[in-house]
């Protein structure tokens, strides 16, 4: 098991690196620019909140005239993609800019709760004016697994344990969710307009997907707790 967990690791270790490797210019671009990490941290949250408010104005026009709006849930997806990237670029400015600060830690953790809360309840709310009950049922289970994930790492680490583990992390939640929202949308536009098929429940699945394996992370993190308190204990 801890071999299986240590391959996990080294491989997100890697496609980290990677993915510094690439944005390292642009990050050090903003840098000259006088970009603060602060700052990047607030344009991905507004990034975030514009996607929201997509999902919501397709769910509400959706409610108006009858049809799914799919051009707006493509357009929300690709907002979400693209304003999250500020989430891996606001800790590399802070490293390379020699900015990081306890606070920026803490900004950058408040409004990536921000962030899900927001385009998770944007997506449930075009679920319910699209008249699509059950998907905005597990996308609110979705969104409160979201939350625990982040709760319980913070409530252990409060206590002095490292609480990392779990497969959906952010990052898997936030493609997941974005890659879903894509794939909804174009399919949606791209199906004949007799097509008996409905391209939200595209949307449906990977909510599901986010609401089981976030839930259950949120479990693992709790019981890797407790065996942490019970070795301390010992000790």
Not at 140 to 150: D, K, N, P
Request: hydrophobic content about 50%.
């Amino acid at each position: 098991m801890k071999t299986a967990k240590s391959a996990v690791k080294a491989k997100r270790d890697w496609l980290q690196q990677l993915i510094y490797v690439v944005i390292n210019p642009f990050v050090r671009l903003l840098i000259r620019m006088g970009f603060t990490p602060n700052t990047v941290t607030t344009i991905g949250f507004l990034g975030n909140v514009a996607a929201a408010a997509v999902f919501c104005a397709a769910g509400y026009e959706a409610s108006i005239d009858g049809t799914p709006h799919y051009g707006l849930i493509t357009w929300g997806g690709a907002l979400i993609i693209i304003f999250s990237l500020f989430d891996m670029l606001d800790g590399q400015v802070a490293r390379l800019g020699n900015m990081a600060t306890t606070f920026g830690a803490m900004y950058d953790s408040v409004l990536d709760r921000y962030c899900e809360m927001l385009t998770l309840g944007g997506i449930s709310y075009y679920m319910i004016m699209t008249c699509h009950p059950i998907g905005a049922l597990i996308t609110f289970i979705a969104l409160v697994g979201s939350l625990m994930v982040s709760y319980v790492r913070a409530r252990a680490e409060g206590l002095g344990i490292e609480c990392k583990i779990g497969f959906m992390q952010r990052p898997e939640r936030v493609v997941v969710t974005a890659v879903s929202a894509l794939a909804c949308g174009i399919t949606g536009q791209s199906l004949a307009p007799d097509s008996s098929f409905d391209a939200v429940c595209i949307l449906t699945v990977a909510m599901g997907i986010i609401a089981v394996f976030a839930n259950l992370t949120a479990f693992a993190r709790l019981g890797h707790s407790k065996r942490e308190m019970q070795k301390k204990e010992k000790k």
